[in-house]
C-alpha cells in the first residue's frame, strides 16, 4: 500500500487545544500533532512528522494492532489506561480516544486524542494513601486501647502472685505471664508506631542505605546481589536518621525474602535521585530526595497492592505486617510518602523525602541613636 505524503495533508489548527492531538496514516505513521502532542511525546513536530508512532517508545501497553482494527472496522476505540515507556527510561500514563477518518482521496487516517492521567491519579493515589493511613492509626488505637488496659491488669495480677508465691519454682510460671504480657505490649506500641516529630540531624543518605545494604547482606543469601544507583549531587537531607533507615531496611528485607522465596536469583537495585518542584499531598517542595529500591522478584499479588500498608497485612507466611506500616509512618513524619509500583519482574518502592526549608529569624536593626 502506497503511503500517504503527510507533509501536503492540509491540517486544522489544533495548536490552541490543551489536549494532545496526533493525525496518523494507515501505516501508524504522524502525519500532524498540536502543540500539546510536542511536549507529550517531547519531540518537535518537525523531527516526528513521518515518523511511526510506536518506534518513540521502548514499551507499550497499546498495541498497533488495536489502532489497525480500528481503521479497518471504521470504529472508535478508547482506552483509559495505556503505559508507554521512552528509550529513555521515561514512563507516562495516558488516556485516549482514536476516531478512525477518511480523506477526500479515499485515504485512511486515524485522530488520536491524548491525554496524560500521571499527575491526576498521583493527586488521587495520594490522598487516598494519606485516608489509609488516618484511618488505619484509628482502628489501630482504639484496638490498642482494648487490649492495654487488659493487658497492664494481667501484668499487675501477675506480679502480686508472684509476690505470695512461696514456692520459688511456680516464679516459672508469673514469669511467663509477665513476659508475655510485654511482649503483646510491644508489638501494640509498634503498630502505633511513634507519634513524636523525630529528631532531625543533617545527613549523607548513601551512608545510611550504605548502614542498610550491611545488614541486609548479613541474612541475604549470595544468590541476591545489591546494586547501588547513586546520583551524586544529593544534598544532605535533614532527617532522623534511625527511623529513616529501618524504614529502608524493612522494604529490603521484603525484596530479600521475595526474592529467596522465587528460589532465583536476583539483584535489589538501590537509587538516589533529586526532584525538583515537586508537589506531595499538596504541597510543593523546591527539592525533594527519591529513594528507590527496586527487585527482580515475583511482584505485589493483586490483591494486596491496596491494603499492603496497613498494620497486620503481609504478603508471606508468619509475616507480622508491621514493616511497611512502620516504614509508612516514618516517610510520613518527614512530610514524604511512600509509592509502590509492581509487576512480575519488577517491584519498586519509591521514598520521597522533601527538603524543608528552615526559616530562620532575621535579627532587628536598630535605628541609630538606639541602645
Request: net charge negative; with cysteine; aromatic share 6%.
Amino acid at each position: 500500500m502506497a503511503r500517504t505524503d503527510c507533509t501536503k495533508m492540509v491540517q486544522p489548527d489544533f495548536d490552541q487545544l490543551l489536549t494532545a492531538i496526533v493525525q496518523l496514516d494507515a501505516q501508524l505513521h504522524i502525519c500532524y500533532m498540536n502543540t500539546a502532542a510536542e511536549t507529550l511525546l517531547d519531540g518537535s513536530r518537525k523531527r516526528l512528522v513521518n515518523t511511526p508512532l510506536f518506534s518513540l517508545f521502548s514499551f507499550s501497553s497499546l498495541e498497533p494492532e488495536v489502532l489497525r482494527h480500528a481503521l479497518r472496522d471504521q470504529q472508535s476505540v478508547s482506552d483509559s489506561d495505556v503505559t508507554w515507556v521512552f528509550h529513555d527510561g521515561q514512563r507516562i500514563t495516558i488516556e485516549f480516544i482514536a476516531q478512525p477518518l477518511q480523506s477526500d482521496d479515499g485515504s485512511l487516517q486515524v485522530l488520536l486524542e491524548l491525554r496524560q492521567v500521571d499527575q491526576i491519579r498521583r493527586i488521587n493515589q495520594e490522598n487516598s494513601q494519606q485516608q489509609q493511613l488516618q484511618a488505619a492509626h484509628s482502628i489501630v488505637r482504639g484496638l490498642a486501647h482494648e487490649i492495654k488496659n487488659p493487658l497492664g491488669g494481667l501484668r499487675g495480677a501477675a506480679q502480686l502472685l508472684a509476690s505470695e508465691l512461696s514456692d520459688e519454682s511456680l516464679h516459672e510460671y508469673t514469669d511467663l505471664i509477665m513476659s508475655q504480657a510485654d511482649r503483646l505490649r510491644n508489638l501494640v506500641d509498634r503498630m502505633l508506631g511513634s507519634h513524636e516529630l523525630p529528631q532531625r540531624e543533617t545527613t549523607n543518605v548513601h551512608a545510611v542505605i550504605e548502614r542498610v545494604i550491611a545488614v541486609a547482606k548479613l541474612s541475604a543469601p549470595s544468590s541476591i546481589e545489591f546494586v547501588r544507583d547513586y546520583d551524586p549531587s544529593l544534598p544532605e537531607l535533614s532527617m532522623a536518621a534511625d527511623a529513616i533507615e529501618q524504614a529502608i531496611l524493612n522494604v529490603v528485607m521484603n525484596a530479600c525474602e521475595a526474592l529467596q522465596q522465587s528460589g532465583q536469583p536476583g539483584k535489589v537495585f538501590l537509587r538516589t535521585r533529586v526532584l525538583h518542584q515537586q508537589t506531595l499531598y499538596g504541597q510543593r517542595y523546591r527539592q525533594c530526595a527519591v529513594i528507590e529500591i527496586q527487585d527482580t522478584g515475583p511482584g505485589v499479588p493483586e490483591a494486596l497492592k491496596e491494603t499492603l500498608f496497613y498494620p497486620m497485612v503481609s504478603g508471606r507466611a508468619g509475616g507480622t505486617g508491621l514493616g511497611l506500616a512502620i516504614t509508612q509512618n516514618a516517610v510520613h513524619q518527614h512530610a514524604g510518602k511512600v509509592e509502590l509500583l509492581s509487576e512480575s519482574g519488577d517491584t519498586r518502592f519509591l521514598l520521597y523525602l522533601p527538603y524543608i526549608e528552615t526559616r530562620q529569624t532575621q535579627p532587628q536593626v536598630q535605628d541609630a541613636g538606639q541602645e
